[in-house]
Nanobody
Framework: QVQLVESGGGSVQAGGSLRLSCAAS????????LGWFRQAPGKEREGVAA???????SYADSVRGRFTISRDNAKNTLYLQMDSLKPEDTARYYC???????????????????????WGQGTQVTVSS
């Protein structure tokens, strides 16, 4: 199993930046693919970005070019650098882990919450206009 704890959320004005962190622990952490998801009030959870050995990185169209996912295996930490933030980025952001994301999948499938098995509690990001 993998345990995940997010941090780094907060309030920022449109155009600003935030960096989210996800501290991971558990067996074979480095073998898991890791991802970021978000959920706004009244909306379904959606994939934002993912990172894995077999496929590299994947991004949702809505954040590509503005968000960057990275991991530091020495620190057991996953990051999401968020730049040029927009009010529509406002949501609770979750870190997740899976062994089921593969290179053969489409980006949409890879970022589907259904294939991700372990979840953190989330951190709130609020972007004001």
């Amino acid at each position: 199993q993998v345990q995940l704890v997010e941090s780094g959320g907060g309030s920022v004005q449109a155009g600003g930046s935030l960096r989210l962190s996800c501290a991971a622990s558990g067996n074979s952490y480095s073998t898991y693919s890791l991802g970021w998801f978000r959920q706004a009030p009244g909306k379904e959870r959606e994939g934002v970005a993912a990172l894995g050995r077999s496929f590299g990185t994947s991004y949702a169209d809505s954040v590509r070019g503005r968000f960057t996912i990275s991991r530091d295996n020495a620190k057991n930490t996953l990051y999401l650098q968020m730049d040029s933030l927009k009010p529509e980025d406002t949501a609770r952001y979750y870190c997740a882990a899976t062994t089921r994301a593969t290179r053969a999948m489409t980006t949409a499938w890879r970022l589907s919450p259904r294939i991700w098995d372990y979840w953190g509690q989330g951190t709130q990001v609020t972007v004001s206009s």
